[in-house]
Nanobody
Framework: EVQLVESGGGLVQAGGSLRLSCAAS????????IAWFRQVPGKEREGISC????????YYAPSMKGRFTISRDNAKNTVYLEMSSLKPEDTAVYYC?????????WGQGTQVTVSS
C-alpha cells in the first residue's frame, strides 16, 4: 500500500520555525521527485518546493525561497520541509506529493497555523 504521511505541523507564533516531515512507503522512493504544496480553504493548492530524485536538485516558488528549505533522506524514505520566519499567511494545510510521470501520490496533509 502506498502511503505518504506528513507530520510536524502545529501552532507556532509568527517568526517561529517548524520542520515538516513526509514519510513514504509502498513505492520505490528513490525514483520519485517529492514536492510540498499547501492549501487554504477556498483557494487553489499552491506549490512550495520540489526536490528531484536523480540529483537532489531543488526548486522553490519565488515567494518561498529563502524561508523554506526542502531536503530528502533516501535512506529513511523521508522528505523534510524546514520553514522559518513564519507568517500568519503561511497558515494552511501542507501536503507532500510524490511524482514520476505519469504517476503521483498525495499525502493527507498536516495543518500549520501561524498566530500573529
Amino acid at each position: 500500500e502506498v502511503q505518504l504521511v506528513e507530520s510536524g505541523g502545529g501552532l507556532v507564533q509568527a517568526g517561529g520555525s517548524l520542520r515538516l516531515s513526509c514519510a513514504a512507503s509502498g513505492f520505490i522512493f528513490d525514483d520519485y521527485a517529492i514536492a510540498w504544496f499547501r492549501q487554504v480553504p477556498g483557494k487553489e493548492r499552491e506549490g512550495i518546493s520540489c526536490i528531484r530524485s536523480t540529483d537532489g536538485e531543488t526548486y522553490y516558488a519565488p515567494s518561498m525561497k529563502g524561508r523554506f528549505t526542502i531536503s530528502r533522506d533516501n535512506a529513511k524514505n523521508t522528505v523534510y520541509l524546514e520553514m522559518s520566519s513564519l507568517k500568519p499567511e503561511d497558515t494552511a494545510v501542507y501536503y507532500c506529493n510524490a511524482r514520476t510521470w505519469p504517476i503521483e501520490y498525495w499525502g493527507q496533509g498536516t495543518q500549520v497555523t501561524v498566530s500573529s
